[in-house]
DNA sequence: CCGCAGATGTATCGGTCCGATACATCGAAT
DNA sequence: ATTCGATGTATCGGACCGATACATCTGCGG
């Protein structure tokens, strides 16, 4: 999860564990905790030794003290090969796993890297999840309504609008998804594109990404 | 946590591990995972060494085959006085621990056992911690917004008015709280409304009607 | 000039929880 | 008969979190 997240953003360009956990949380803590530094600096640590990433070399191994602006030493870290293969390979699963919360998100999060089958066995998969825990709650509510004091009762009705709402979002998601062209990716041009000699995405200003509002028709 | 939640839920009665799992999905389901087994029994044992539990003694110590209808050996717990108290105890806290997501769904599930104070202030440090996931979301957006594919964006997108619901479903309780008779409380037993049964928003939404006094009051 | 708070940066530790698994009994359907 | 699903207790490895430790650099007020 942390690992699949980890691979999506190095893609991007090689960062250090604390950028990472930054750009972690504006990209997904929109809808899920960060990680902590806990998960991510022993997940970064175990990736490497499976050889899924690589630790940046500096310029020269004798007396590295100045690394960028005279800061202290950082590991950098990079994708390798086998990291983009393993990220693709984790990304192409549409399995029940990834209907979980967690997952669902950080799958969410790289779509554009993933061809519109699997995007769509995702949504779908999600959705699935989702309903069968609303039909969940209906049950629950309509065997122990009476049971229930007021905040039980409120609880399981916050709830209940809540999976129904996020179907709702799913539904969406997956009529946008169906009414693309089946065999075309009008995302995939920009992530197709090996080339391109990403630069440090701290202060980058680059936003040539004309393309937008495909899922916001309503 | 899990802890809280079976404290809470052995106030009701004395039951055994499987039917505590099946109550906690009843009562908890709605608004998150259930706890595993794998969670559930390591921590009886705990609670039963700390003796906060006990096992409920059987009839006859000698051939204790048929519990109630001729089942298998089942182990069920009772709620010890200590464990009374430390519900108690742990009921009245409202840091800002309790403004974590799950913790504050067992605290709510159980919110008739706690006295207003405790239910306003736990209430409100939840929005806080709302509010503050809120702002870090636009100002992500804003920052970002640019650099975001179109599900990066719908992603924070859906996040952002994730939080927003919340916030305003927090401020109709805490409004509903503040309502009430700041010394009384009036939902201490049951209150059941014993004619319609909760009929939910299927696929009726877009009422719009800012009226909604509160949580059903009579 | 000093100190000190706050951001940057890496890392570990203990603990909670989850998913998978194992094992066993029972009632009902096939 | 036997397979199937519900009931029932339990453990294990792994993922993740919160707290903590430690160190450096920056900027701010005194």
Redesign the interface.
């Known amino acids: 999860m942390l690992e699949l997240a980890i691979l999506g953003l190095l893609h991007e360009s090689p960062m250090h564990g604390y950028e990472l956990r930054k750009r972690l949380?504006?990209?997904?803590?929109?809808?899920r905790?960060a990680f902590s530094y806990g998960s991510l600096y022993p997940t970064l640590k175990r990736m490497r030794q499976r050889g899924l990433i690589a630790e940046e070399a500096p310029g020269t191994p004798g007396a590295e003290k100045p690394l960028l602006t005279g800061r202290r030493a950082r590991k950098v870290y990079r994708l390798t090969p086998e990291g983009k293969e393993h990220f693709a390979q984790l990304m192409s699963e549409a399995g029940p796993e990834t209907a979980d919360?967690a997952l669902f998100?950080v799958h969410?999060?790289?779509?554009?890297r993933t061809d519109p089958a699997t995007r769509l066995r995702i949504l779908e998969a999600r959705r699935r999840r989702v309903e069968e825990?609303r039909e969940?709650?209906?049950e629950?509510?309509?065997?122990?309504?009476?049971?229930?004091?007021?905040?039980?009762?409120?609880?399981?009705?916050?709830?209940?609008?809540?999976?129904?709402?996020e179907v709702r979002?799913l539904n969406e998601?997956i009529a946008s998804e169906q009414g693309r062209n089946p065999g075309q990716n009008d995302?995939g041009d920009?992530l197709a594109d090996p080339g391109r000699p990403t630069r440090s995405a701290t202060e980058?200003e680059?936003?040539s990404?004309p393309?937008?509002?495909?899922?916001?028709d309503g």
């Open positions: 949380l504006s990209l997904l803590g929109a809808i905790a919360e998100g969410f999060a790289f779509f554009s825990r969940r709650i209906r629950a509510l309509a065997r122990t309504a009476e049971r229930l004091d007021s905040y039980g009762f409120e609880l399981q009705r916050y709830g209940l609008e809540t999976a129904e709402r979002w998601l995302f920009r980058d680059d936003s990404e393309d937008k509002g495909g899922m916001r």
